[in-house]
């Protein structure tokens, strides 16, 4: 049986449509301009929305980290509309899309003609973008086997994640090097080569490398951003010694927050070549608390808060701020107190 929602009253409205899962609430603002605007008045919002491209297909993850839920939307570049598909305009464009139905489950694919491929898909998320209260962060996910010329940048995305087993430098600093203000990135497979000293990496807020081997020195020794995380890591005691020195006296690392750097199973901090030149003192409750909570979640991965009594306390000399440290044989950690 169809129900008129327009006959509902405002808030009941509004309850109706929070019930609903993200992609029915799309699906549904494609019946009418009437529809699309009631949709608009609920002030609806979600806070991330992550594209994933893979071959033909680009997967839309919506997510409202807050309510826990999350949908799913399945775009796909096709030569012609599936038979049984239904077509229809967004409100001031030409393109044309084909709604299939692709589950039992009422779950849908979104079809663009492959001839307009890139300007159908960012016309979609234009279009999505304007349903929403406030524009969410636009998130970013490769795979290292994706080609980089099929990539489509969303107005405002500052987040991408790399993701595979391995992948070559050159193929990451061009992935990388296609944002101009990158807020978060994420490297998980293992980097064959060489980056680029000037690398975009180096200048990310936010930086979580899984396997990031030798790079670490360079990345380290060149980071302008906030936190820092390299897992797997490669680098002897002076990468440590190098950054200390030259926060304590303000010529470099004047952003940041936090920096991990844990070593591979085979490689040790030589701790004994550590020279501890700062008058570096032990933890007082009066000077900084215990624990260091101001990690943030990069690409959906959570730093977790740190435990600093047993940290070291440094002052950097231009302005007093207090800065902590642990160095043991397997990894050192640093964070700055605001």
């Known amino acids: 049986m169809a129900i008129k929602l327009r006959k509902f009253t405002y808030l009941i409205l509004k309850k109706i449509i929070k019930l609903m899962d993200y992609d029915t609430i799309i699906i549904l603002s494609f019946c009418s301009t009437k529809t699309r605007e009631l949709i608009k008045l609920t002030r609806w919002k979600v806070s991330t929305m992550i594209y994933t491209p893979v071959n033909s297909y680009i997967v839309m993850h919506i997510k409202e980290v807050n309510l826990n839920k999350q949908s799913t939307i399945i775009m796909v570049s096709v030569p012609q509309f599936y038979s049984g598909s239904e ?10 899309f084909g709604l299939f139905k ?53 107005d405002n995305t500052k987040s991408c994640g790399l993701f ?3 992948t070559y430098a050159n193929y990451a600093d061009q992935l ?49 951003g906030y936190h820092a995380v390299f897992r797997n890591s490669e680098c002897d005691i002076s990468v440590v010694q190098e950054l200390l020195d030259k926060w304590i006296r ?18 040790q901090f030589q ?51 207090v800065g902590s440290y642990k160095l043991t044989p397997k990894y050192f950690q640093f964070c700055v107190w605001d």
Do not use: W
């Open 102 to 154: 692709i589950s039992k489950n009422d779950e849908f694919a979104i079809q663009v003609l492959k001839g307009f491929r890139d300007t159908a898909i960012l016309s979609l998320h234009k279009y999505i973008m304007d349903l929403f209260l406030a524009p969410p962060d636009i998130k970013l996910q490769i795979t290292s086997d994706t080609d980089l010329n099929s990539i489509i940048l969303f």
């Open 250 to 267: 303000n010529e470099a690392f004047c952003e940041l927050k936090s920096v991990t750097i844990l070593l591979r199973s085979l490689c």
């Open 176 to 224: 990388f090097s296609k944002f101009e203000n990158l807020q978060e990135a994420v490297v998980e497979p293992f980097v064959i080569g060489s980056l680029k000293e000037n690398t975009i990496l180096s200048r990310t807020k936010c930086l979580y490398f899984c396997h990031a081997g030798v790079h670490t020195e360079s990345l380290m020794l060149h980071f302008e």
């Open 87 to 96: 077509t229809f305009k967004l409100p001031n464009s030409m393109q044309t």
């Open 271 to 321: 701790i004994t070549e550590f020279h501890n030149d700062f008058d570096a003192k032990s933890f007082d409750s009066l000077r900084r608390p215990a624990i260091y909570d101001k990690l943030t979640d990069i690409m959906g991965i959570t730093l977790e808060p740190l435990e600093c009594t047993d940290f070291l306390d440094i002052v950097r000399l231009s302005d007093g701020r």
């Open 164 to 166: 595979g087993e391995t």
